[in-house]
């Protein structure tokens, strides 16, 4: 970066239009105002001057409008929104305030903002289309649970089966009374359904041409294409992180602590970072523990843990073994280790030998 010039510009993005507020070396205002949250609005307001600190607060246009104020020559900083309680607590909260508070405190110590890390332009467009699909699986889910619904309102009875069939299972099913109002949302199944299909073989492609470090992390058991995927494209760069048992903590699978005085109390898990793949995560470590798990050490981990605690055990089994899961994951990936699903009993039952 080129040396930085002393003032700092804070930045509240809105739809339509954005709040900066521009503070001198010494903190004080030196301009507020506003202007259209548009490519042509960002360059005309930012991009005549020298390299700046700015400060914007994550949200649905940062990521463009970050990759845009880069291009200037600016230094940018995209603070996370779970850590700025002097914001979202303010009782005099408006736009003008939110770009001074990011201002003054991007200006103090930019660790204040708890930046978070931005992502390149191809992986915002890869993980697009994950979520895309994901849309796409809710849409036919929903359309599955009405059908069932409205036939047992009449009562009857779909059959049960895979849901990318049940266009075809269920069409001989439905009451004659129901055709009408439900065989255009059969259609509409088999329609999603065959875009899922090709989905899907994209996804299996693009992880052997793409993205073939996805074959590494596809080696434990539970984890799918589009687990894989998705974890390669949300963590996106490795070596950010200095040890791979950050990556729990970073995808909010670490419990909260409160720690004070004579008192230690560990709370529900945080749930930040990416949901998309904190849900998928949990899903794998449900396979684990499941009946059609595959013996490993992390399975026999975590069904030790969920004979302790009661009925809640195993809900915190599953969440422990999830986070357990993305740090054998980052692991896998730094170091390119073939996956032993039994390494820890190997290693305690060879021979000692001397």
Not at 203 to 225: D, F, K, N, S, W
């Amino acid at each position: 970066m080129p040396s930085m010039t002393q003032r700092t510009i804070g930045v509240d993005l809105g739809d339509k239009h954005s709040n900066f507020c521009e503070l001198d070396e010494t903190g004080a205002v030196l301009e507020e105002g506003r202007f259209p949250t548009t490519a042509a609005g960002v360059k005309r307001r930012f991009e005549h001057l020298p390299p700046t600190r700015i400060a914007l607060e994550t949200g649905t246009h940062s990521p463009w409008v970050a990759r845009l104020l880069l291009a200037c020559g600016h230094e940018v900083l995209v603070a996370n929104p779970r850590k700025l309680r002097l914001i979202y607590q303010n009782d005099k909260k408006s736009d003008r305030v939110d770009a001074e508070s990011l201002a003054r405190l991007a200006r103090v110590d930019p660790h204040l903002l708890a930046p978070i890390h931005r992502r390149s332009l191809e992986t915002q467009r890869d993980l697009a289309a994950l979520r895309a699909r994901r849309a796409l699986v809710r849409a036919r889910t929903q359309l599955v649970n009405h059908l069932r619904g409205a036939v047992k309102a009449f009562g009857g009875r779909l059959p049960k089966c895979s849901t990318p069939t049940f266009h075809i299972r269920a069409a001989a099913h439905l009451p004659a009374e129901l055709a009408t109002a439900l065989e255009p949302l059969l259609r509409m199944l088999a329609q999603l359904s065959t875009e899922l299909r090709a989905w899907d073989k994209r996804i299996t492609r693009e992880m052997t041409t793409a993205y073939p470090e996805t074959a590494r992390l596809a080696q434990v058991p539970g984890v799918g294409p589009i687990t894989a995927l998705t974890y390669r494209l949300t963590i996106e760069d490795p070596q950010r992180f200095a040890t791979s048992r950050i990556v729990g903590s970073y995808l909010g699978l670490r419990p909260r602590r409160r720690a004070s005085g004579l008192q230690d109390r560990q709370l529900r898990i945080t749930k930040g970072g990416d949901s998309d793949l904190r849900r998928l995560l949990v899903g794998c470590a449900q396979y684990i523990l499941g009946p059609f798990g595959p013996d490993s050490d992390l399975r026999r981990w975590g069904l030790a843990l969920a004979t302790h605690g009661g009925k809640s055990a195993k809900k915190r089994a599953v969440v422990a073994v999830a986070r357990k899961l993305a740090v054998l994951l980052h692991r896998l990936w730094v170091t390119g280790a073939p996956y032993e699903p039994r390494r820890h009993c190997s290693i305690s039952s060879a021979p000692v030998v001397g």
